[in-house]
């Protein structure tokens, strides 16, 4: 992991948290200073606390739990009418409370797992989107199921043309379906890994997105690299003998997308790097579930004859492959800007 690159993220997150605190503390004094009987709860609650850590201190042991519980007893009605106050007077009931980015560590940067501290998944989706994904999943705020548009398909089935009785439409749609239960049954190890296979233009790498933005939100890991890139880079760093960081992480990140596999130059130790990272996620050696999709403009009986039965039959076995066809979509995109 880069230490730098870290550092950088955790003092952003320190720097934010420092802005919501001194947010809140403005957005106090203003009510404050404008409703006096916000003041006069505050107060109270505040007399409320320091008076029972009084009575908590001269207490006996056995005593102290009852004397907290009369104090939570007493403080709730007054938090709960300054609450309702609040959200008379801003009709936010959560002004007052920190707006965290991220649920889980509440912009620490850190959650407590088993009763041991590790890094948060928001940090490490960080690191890889700094150190791999760069411009790769840049677009998800546009190549999401939010702007999927089925009209941009066609609606004519041509079995001749395609091989299939379903018109792109159709197919699409089944696709999406599909891609919606790998989302919703991520966690169940019986849930296939996915194989996007049909020629570029047809919507392989926006499906990818789509799905990589769905669980970004439910805070999976998503680590995202062109086959090219990620075999000249583990190569490079083997034989650099740099450290192992690139390949530990594609075979710990819980989606793992592989985009393009083919138009890399293929040799046998790119070949045995393939079957290292799908048989290894596929072995779950980090116990833990993590899933894979591989996206390629290779037909399966050239995925079969280039990357070896060994290769082939881990595939068979444990992805759902899944055909697009239909017209080149960006070709039809450049068509209507130009109309």
């Not at 677009?139 to 009209?151: A, G, P, V």
């Amino acid at each position: 992991m880069d230490k730098v690159i870290l550092k950088q993220i955790l003092t952003e997150y320190n720097q934010k948290r420092i802005y919501e605190e001194e947010r809140i503390q403005k957005e106090k004094k203003a009510l404050e200073d404008a409703n006096p009987k916000l003041k006069e709860l505050n107060d109270k609650i505040a007399k409320i606390s320091l008076d029972y850590s009084k009575k908590v201190l001269a207490a006996k042991k056995e005593e102290q739990s009852k004397i907290l519980s009369e104090m939570k007893k007493e403080t709730a009605s007054l938090i709960k009418e300054k609450n309702s106050y609040i959200k008379e007077l801003t009709k936010d009931s959560n002004l007052l409370q920190p707006r965290y980015d991220c649920k889980y560590c509440k912009d620490t940067g850190y959650v407590t797992k088993g009763g041991k501290e590790e890094l948060c998944t928001c940090v490490k989706q960080k690191i890889f989107n700094i150190s791999y994904n760069k411009s790769n999943i840049g677009n998800l705020d546009k190549e999401n199921f939010s702007n999927f548009d089925l009209r941009f398909f066609s609606d004519k089935p041509n079995k001749e043309l395609y091989n299939s009785d379903y018109s792109p439409r159709e197919n699409i749609s089944l696709i999406r379906e599909k891609a919606m239960s790998f989302i919703e049954n991520f966690d169940d190890p019986t849930e296939k890994n996915l194989m996007f296979t049909g020629s570029t233009g047809l919507g392989k790498t926006f499906m990818t997105n789509c799905i990589a933005a769905e669980l970004l939100k439910e805070g999976k890991t998503v680590l995202y690299q062109t086959a090219p890139v990620m075999l000249d880079s583990i190569i490079d760093e083997r034989f650099n003998k740099n450290s192992t960081t690139l390949m530990d992480n594609i075979l710990s990140v819980d989606l793992l997308i592989i985009d393009d596999l083919g138009a890399e130059t293929v040799n046998d130790y790119k070949i045995t790097d393939l079957f290292t990272i799908i048989n290894t996620r596929l072995l779950n050696q980090n116990h833990k579930i993590t899933k894979t999709i591989i996206t390629t403009n290779l037909t399966l009986d050239e995925v079969h004859k280039i990357y070896t039965q060994k290769v082939f039959s881990r595939l068979a076995g444990n992805y759902r492959f899944i055909r697009f066809f239909g017209e080149d979509l960006r070709l039809k995109k450049v068509k209507k800007i130009e109309e």
